[in-house]
């Protein structure tokens, strides 16, 4: 993203009626991708910007119900990036993956949860985006962004769901 910022500075533009439209893809799932630099606290409340607090009160949401609570940052290659493992008791609850404003969220759904989301007042999107996974033997794969409160909602819901089985 500072390439890109750097970028945009040096061009400069005459004419008034011209847009210029860049795109920036970064090639990793997350946006730490440098292997020697963990991420922290300070990187992620600058750069997930006004959803960090829905960061936090997830881990806070897992740690007042469950107990245990336990985050673990991952870098499982340069394609992935840095991965914010969130688990309670041993156990793996969701993966974070840090990105440019906003967070995403990845869980793993065994048949049990899977039926019980299905059956649930959660949004159509989400239980078809959980109909549409692939299974596999561990269950079903989704991501979700997590970007505004009725997100992190649903987050929470689910994580219940999760732990309940």
């Given amino acids: 993203m ?62 007042n119900n469950y107990g245990n609570f336990r985050p673990e940052w991952k870098f ?33 759904f065994g048949d049990k949860a899977t039926d019980l989301i299905f059956n649930s007042d959660l949004p159509d999107s989400i239980k078809k985006n959980l109909y549409d996974a692939k299974k596999y033997m561990e269950g079903r794969t989704i991501q979700l962004e997590v970007q505004t409160k009725n997100d992190l909602e649903n987050i929470l819901k689910m994580i219940k769901i999760k732990l309940v089985n």
Avoid: H
Wanted: net charge positive.
């Fill in 2 to 63: 500072k390439i890109l910022k750097q970028l945009l500075n040096r061009i400069s533009i005459k004419k008034r009626n011209i847009t210029l439209v860049l795109k920036y893809r970064n090639m990793s799932a997350s946006i730490y991708n440098d292997k020697l630099v963990e991420p922290n606290d300070k990187m992620l409340i600058y750069d997930l910007a006004s959803t960090k607090i829905y960061l936090d009160k997830i881990s806070a949401f897992i740690e």
């Fill in 76 to 108: 499982y290659n340069k394609k992935s990036g840095w991965i914010l493992k969130m688990f309670t008791k041993n156990r793996n609850v969701l993966f974070v993956v840090p990105c440019d404003k906003y967070f995403r969220i990845a869980f793993t």
